[in-house]
């Protein structure tokens, strides 16, 4: 079948930034559903050849489709009517359900045929232009596009994310005349705003990239505009004698915002280097979208990079202007700080008291109150300082009602620390300030200090079981208080901070500080069970199989870094060959034993043993329970699998050569009580009978 280069731009007025690739990724995704449709079930085989291309800019969303197949083939396909057995009556004369479902299909009744002893009618499409239906896909596409409010503009009734000025839309040199949006279709595209503001005609569809970029002055393709904006950027920080910080979440968006990328570098006045570098940052990147610069030490520079969407013919002028913009945006932060340290932070705390952090749970003053008390808790149980995580959880919020973090709230903790040493607090309190927050998202570093780890793990435990206890727990995607992130906090702080403490034990404690607030204490068991659900996706991961997951969630063990040492100890066995032999006979084990009526006797009659194989596998058991029964007391639940794993043939030759529901009803119970032993003694590190081979 023939095929050509198709070829959709929308042209708009500037699309949101921070939703341009989704926007793009959105518009490919639908239109090849569409395509997809059209050509139905030979359409995996048709778009073999179809290479899909999406394109965003500031102005312009597009889809360039390399070698797509020109028609729709023909197809045909049966009808099914009534059963052939009432077609037709004694005589031969057709049905009344017979001649109805001919005049349905639009057909005769001699037109029908018998298939599998129904009568159809075989239905044949001829082959159509794919040209036809594109423009269908294409607005069809557009409706589906993740836009959380659409705009209207002008007297249309056409809506869309932005006005739209233009749409190109070209099968090979050829225009598919359409009105997308309330826009005839064409072959013309326009370039640069500023650059190139005039009409650019297509004479096909691969003319698009070469002919944007020259005479255009757009690099339409996002991944080359970025890669360039990366590249200047670093190369104006060599120039300075630093390092660009670039933020990969600020690249995209800086990357969404031109469609000619220039980085030029800056300066300011390096008196506000006296400011902390946090604050400086946040302002450049998140107000002014600039990229800051440091030294070979890390250490902020009095420089900025920002891009520009014009190449100028003295951009000496770009460099002072934005120098000048940048100067009261630094200034402010420059006021805040001196202006928040001329109070001591613990002065904040009675602010805290006004601020409302849930309705039924009171305010943020209360919950830095609680916090306080769990830290102090877990402090204790850990051996650390109890003043100062109690000091800490006091002063965990007060950063919250500072000029600065009202200004800069992704600075929360990182000035309650800056402002707590300011005030000469405890270096560990005041890191422990910043470090409440950590980690802040997925791969995030956690906190390095005690008295940080445990103000993390007591505002995150409180967080839960309040929110939990007066029954706002997560649905679907709705997590207004970050519980799932706060969850999987406390589980990683706890497993790869090698604290061994118990959720059960920590939630008991939160539940305390709860009491005079709501009851809690009835929530605990369902935030343990979302804590440890958590820990599916964390050892997912780490290519942790599911069911050496489940084969240790099976015993819900309450303590994260036990859980941790069991899953470890079941990964590994189960990468022994003598792991699915044994996984085997638990699983058999499990199955009889689960037959049993009434109790299982508790000791095994040597006496009763008349097998050798049994009398070998009782030996054997006892020997290596004498072994493994201090391993497993001491969590070390890897060495003891290695030790049972011996017993591999010899648990195999008990179930080849004894019958365990022999005649004599003492025998079977004996034989029952030395499996139950084998099952006890495995059990001590997981259910090993949900491991798959």
Not at 532 to 558: E, G
Not at 568 to 596: D, G, H, W, Y
Request: with cysteine; hydrophobic share 45%; aromatic share 6%.
């Amino acid at each position: 079948m023939m095929t050509k280069d198709f070829l959709f731009e929308l042209g708009t007025e500037e699309l949101p930034p921070k939703a341009l690739r989704k926007l793009s990724e959105a518009l490919e995704s639908e239109i090849r559903t569409g395509i997809e449709a059209v050509l139905g079930q030979g359409a995996a085989e048709l778009l073999k050849p179809a290479v899909f291309k999406s394109y965003a800019a500031p102005r312009r969303l597009a889809l360039l489709i390399e070698q797509l197949c020109s028609e729709v083939p023909a197809s045909e396909f049966f009808v099914q009517g009534p059963p052939a057995r009432i077609a037709f009556d004694d005589s031969g004369a057709p049905s009344k359900a017979l001649e109805g479902f001919a005049r349905k299909c639009g057909t005769s009744v001699d037109q029908l045929t018998e298939m599998d002893g129904k009568m159809c009618f075989r239905q044949v499409s001829a082959a159509t232009p794919l040209t036809d239906a594109l423009p269908g896909i294409i607005a069809q596409a557009l409706d589906k596009l993740p836009i959380p409010k659409r705009m209207r503009w002008g007297d249309s009734d056409v809506e869309f994310v932005r006005p739209v000025h233009w749409v190109v839309l070209l099968f090979g040199s050829d225009i598919v005349e359409a009105d997308i949006l309330g826009i005839k279709t064409g072959n013309k595209t326009y370039g640069h705003r500023f650059h190139y503001p005039q009409a650019i005609t297509l004479n096909s569809a691969d003319d698009y990239l070469a002919s944007l970029e020259n005479p255009g002055y757009v690099l339409v393709d996002s991944a080359a505009r970025k890669n360039s904006i990366q590249q200047q950027v670093e190369q104006q920080a060599e120039k300075l004698a630093g390092h660009a910080l670039i933020d990969e979440g600020l690249l995209d968006e800086v990357t969404a915002l031109v469609e000619w990328p220039v980085a030029v570098a800056g300066d300011f006045d390096e008196h506000f280097l006296d400011v902390p570098a946090e604050s400086l940052i946040s302002s450049m990147q998140d107000h002014q979208k600039y990229f800051p610069v440091v030294d070979s030490e890390g250490k902020l520079m009095a420089n900025f990079i920002t891009v520009s969407n014009i190449d100028s013919a003295d951009m000496s002028k770009v460099k002072q202007g934005n120098e000048r913009v940048i100067r009261p945006r630094l200034s402010d932060a420059a006021f805040f700080w001196e202006q928040d340290c001329k109070q001591p932070l613990e002065t904040h705390m009675a602010s805290l008291d006004k601020v409302v952090f849930q309705k039924k749970l009171g305010s943020v003053g209360d919950k830095s109150r609680r916090v306080a008390k769990i830290a102090e808790k877990i402090a204790e149980s850990l051996g650390e300082n109890k003043s100062h995580a109690h000091r800490a959880g006091l002063l965990s919020k007060c950063d919250l009602m500072t000029n600065m973090v009202f200004e800069f709230t992704d600075l929360q903790g990182i000035m309650g620390r800056y402002y707590a040493l300011n005030d000469n607090e405890p270096g560990d309190v005041a890191i422990a300030l910043d470090e409440q927050y950590m980690p802040r998202f997925a791969g995030d570093s956690l906190p390095e200090t005690a008295t940080g780890q445990i103000l993390a793990l007591a505002d995150k435990l409180d967080t839960l079981l309040a929110i939990f206890a007066i029954g706002q727990k997560p649905t679907g995607e709705k997590d207004p208080f970050a519980l799932r992130r706060a969850a999987l906090g406390v589980l990683r702080i706890l497993i790869e901070r090698n604290l061994m403490l118990d959720l059960k034990e920590l939630l008991t404690i939160a539940a305390n500080s709860l009491q005079d607030t709501v009851d809690a204490e009835s929530a605990i068991e369902d935030v343990i069970d979302f804590i440890l659900d958590r820990l599916r996706v964390y050892y997912l991961n780490q290519d942790v199989s599911i069911d050496v997951y489940d084969a240790v969630a099976a015993l819900r063990p309450t303590c994260p870094l036990d859980f941790d040492r069991r899953i470890l100890a079941v990964n590994a066995f189960k990468s022994m060959p003598e792991a699915a032999s044994l996984a085997a006979a638990n699983k058999r084990t499990q199955n009889i034993l689960k037959k049993v009526d009434g109790d299982i006797q508790q000791s095994v009659n040597e006496a009763l043993l008349t097998e050798a194989s049994e009398k070998k596998l009782f030996q054997e058991l006892t020997s290596a329970a004498e072994k493994v029964t201090p391993m497993f007391d001491q969590g070390d639940y890897k060495t003891a699998l290695q030790q049972l794993a011996g017993l591999r043939e010899t648990v195999d030759g008990f179930f080849d050569d004894v019958m365990v529901m022999a005649e004599d009803e003492a025998v079977k119970n004996n034989r029952i009580a030395l499996l139950s032993s084998l099952a006890g003694l495995f059990i001590k590190a997981a259910d090993l009978s949900r491991l798959q081979s």
